[in-house]
């Protein structure tokens, strides 16, 4: 099998594909840090779902397969969702958890009426929109992978040059305020950053995975660290690792889907977090309530034994 990956590696294509894969890991780990921290992990699944009838409506309109234009309607789609659920959160007793399970259940369902349609009409055959709900990687051409890796990049920008209003604004929005920084238009910015996210990346792991890459990285490096700078990089580090290791087994076996590799690649990521990482991780913590044992136990045994009675 690794020689086999090898011999693919020479293809061009395979690294073009390799290279968005890590592109798309990097920045959604990046983006997926403060939506993490923000307590809105949902928030990367809603519009990764919301994402597929903006697909759809594009391809309906264009009949074109065009990435840019899949980006275009997705975009869309996603504030129109992120708007959404802030509308009801706002103007209703709903919580957010409630109104992101809501809009995500409303678009995914719209999304495979649509995708049904289109796969019954004269084009369904050609057009292989259901691809976009799981992904699929190898079916992507180089145009595609430049813009993936063209947009990944200004993702990692974005959040490199906004990163102290960022950091604000996922532990204290009521001191970044009080500082005078936009809150609104910074959190609806983070929004339409993780929608990009979600577009760009569903050709390759799909729109039923897309969370995973945005979550599991984060999730992840948190077991690492304390500081939020060493997480972000983790977790960037953490997501490119997985793209890369789903794109080198998909590599070596054509049956193998490269986005759901990836998928499981940050999961093992993630378990070998939870059970290595120090301070945090299982067997740390195991290790130390070992060795407050034995130094207690030493503490106890090397005390002089009091002798009782009165003079």
Not at 257 to 281: C, D, I, N
Not at 288 to 306: H, Y
Request: charged content about 10%; glycine content about 10%.
């Amino acid at each position: 099998m690794v020689s086999t990956a090898i011999e693919l590696l020479q293809d061009p294509n395979v690294q073009w594909i390799l290279i968005a894969s890590v592109l798309l890991g990097i920045s959604s780990g990046v983006l997926g840090s403060f939506s993490y921290l923000r307590k809105q992990s949902l928030m990367g699944d809603a519009l990764a779902h919301a994402a597929l009838p903006g697909v759809c409506i594009a391809f309906m309109l264009t009949g074109s397969k065009s990435i840019l234009f899949f980006l275009i309607g997705a975009a869309v789609a996603g504030l129109i969702a992120t708007f959404g659920i802030g509308y009801i959160t706002r103007h209703s007793r709903i919580k957010q958890d409630a109104a992101l399970g809501i809009v995500l259940s409303v678009f995914f369902g719209l999304g495979i009426v649509l995708l049904t349609q289109i796969q019954h009409s004269d084009s369904g055959n050609q057009s292989g929109l259901d691809k976009f709900l799981f992904g699929q990687a190898a079916g992507m051409v180089r145009s595609d992978v430049i813009t993936m890796a063209i947009v990944s990049c200004l993702l990692v920008g974005a959040c490199a040059l906004l990163y102290k209003e960022f950091k604000l604004l996922s532990f204290d929005p009521g001191f970044a305020r009080g500082l005078g920084l936009p809150v609104a238009f910074l959190d609806q910015l983070m929004m339409f950053l993780i929608v990009v996210a979600v577009v760009v990346g569903i050709q390759a792991v799909g729109v039923v995975l897309m969370a995973a890459m945005l979550i599991t990285p984060a999730v992840s490096a948190r077991y690492w660290t304390e500081r939020l700078g060493v997480m972000v990089a983790l977790s960037g580090l953490f997501g490119g690792l997985s793209g890369m290791i789903g794109t080198l087994i998909s590599t070596a076996d054509d049956h193998l889907p490269t986005g759901p590799l990836s998928v499981l690649a940050a999961t093992s990521l993630f378990v070998l977090s939870v059970l290595f990482a120090p301070k945090r991780g299982v067997v740390s913590k195991l290790l130390l309530r070992a060795s407050v044992k034995r130094q207690t136990k030493a503490e106890i045994q090397s005390r002089p034994v009091e002798r009782g009675g009165t003079a």
